[in-house]
């Protein structure tokens, strides 16, 4: 009965969230040609290249990736132009990795389940930006932050021996403020709070721009455990 249900969901459009991978654009980049795991990207719109159809590039702070076509997933059939998308914005979007003429890396004909709008969403362009500077961490890159992170964490007795990687996604936001902390790959609960503990009380960024405006960078860390035993 359940492979019968998801097999109707799949045929339908919509795919149970379990049944969806979140990955990093990097390693979405990455996947196999012969994998056809369907997907989750959150990221920022770069630049729009087809305001009609939706073609657009969007970058998470690992990579940027082609997204070529979005469609409404949230079953109301509106077009890409109804979506009111803008350079800037927030999406999540779901589907599978493709490769165009052997050489580009797509999500073809993604289904848009989440977007928040970008710090200039009323007057964004379709074109893309000038000038971008990425955020920085006490005057230096997040390769800073990363050994901030470490030098903040506490291993939790109670996890021990457990050891791995957490992959924590964040945003820093257009007022520098680290925001949307969550687990995109966890190793166990206790070390998992943790990295999100630590990356919550992170000092001010100064937030990277466009064109001079203050905007929104999502990032992906990969916080380190080592058990002290």
């Known amino acids: 009965m359940k492979k019968t249900l998801l097999i109707l ?14 990955k990093t654009v990097r390693e979405f980049l990455r996947m196999s040609s012969k994998d056809t795991t369907t ?15 939706g073609n657009l590039y969007l970058t998470d702070g690992t990579g940027e990736v082609l997204i070529y076509g979005v469609r409404d997933g949230s079953g109301q059939g509106r077009r890409f132009p109804e979506l009111d998308v803008r350079q800037g914005d927030t999406l999540t979007l779901v589907g599978r990795r493709s490769v165009y003429d052997g050489k580009v ?22 074109g893309k930006a000038k000038v971008f500077t990425e ?16 030098e903040h964490l506490v291993y939790p007795k109670e996890a021990s021996p457990i050891e791995g990687v957490v992959k924590v996604k964040f945003v ?8 949307e902390v969550e687990v995109v790959k966890g190793v166990h609960p206790l070390l998992n709070a943790e ?10 960024w100064k937030p990277g721009k466009a064109d001079g405006v203050p ?15």
């Open 9 to 22: 969901l799949t045929l339908c459009g919509f795919l149970p969230l379990s049944a969806q991978t979140p």
């Open 39 to 53: 997907c989750r990207l959150h990221g920022v719109v770069d630049r729009i290249r087809n305001k009609e159809n």
């Open 105 to 126: 890396v797509e999500m073809q004909q993604a289904r848009l389940v989440a977007k928040s709008d970008g710090p200039d969403h009323a007057n964004a362009g379709t």
């Open 135 to 150: 955020p920085t961490f006490k005057g230096k890159d997040k390769g800073a932050f990363s050994k901030w992170v470490t």
């Open 172 to 179: 820093v936001g257009r007022d520098g403020h680290v925001q």
């Open 195 to 204: 990295a999100v503990r630590v990356i919550k009380k992170s000092p001010k």
């Open 215 to 229: 905007v929104r960078c999502s990032y992906v860390l990969p916080v380190v455990f080592s058990s002290p035993n």
